[in-house]
């Protein structure tokens, strides 16, 4: 079983960065694919950026080259840094573990 916990989000103009934190717990995490998703209202859940246990990444379209995920194994914890934020960027922002346990989710709202 993993748990995942999300912090980081709030209230940003267009421009700002945030970072987007996830705690982890379980003894899986250090072999264990991480993700963050995203939902906006009346959209889907996407995936955002994924990061592998060796730390290979991937992103979506959307956010190359303005967010970066990165994780800390002995922390058992996974970032988001999103910079550039965009209003397109609002959502509600999900970790993952594995596609298979989610966290609440945290709240990112950008402003124009």
């Known amino acids: 079983q993993v748990q995942l916990v999300e912090s980081g989000g709030g209230l940003v103009q267009a421009g700002g960065s945030l970072t987007l934190s996830c705690a982890a717990s379980g003894s899986i995490f250090g072999v264990s694919a991480m993700g963050w998703y995203r939902q906006a209202p009346g959209k889907q859940r996407e995936l955002v950026a994924r990061?592998?246990?060796?730390?290979?990444?991937t992103y979506a379209s959307s956010v190359k080259g303005r967010f970066t995920i990165s994780r800390d194994n002995a922390k058992k914890m996974v970032y988001l840094q999103m910079n550039s934020l965009k209003p397109e960027d609002t959502a509600v922002y999900y970790c993952?573990?594995?596609?298979?346990?989610w966290g609440q989710g945290t709240q990112v709202t950008v402003s124009s």
């Open positions: 993952n573990c594995r596609n298979i346990f």
């Open positions: 990061i592998s246990s060796a730390g290979t990444t």
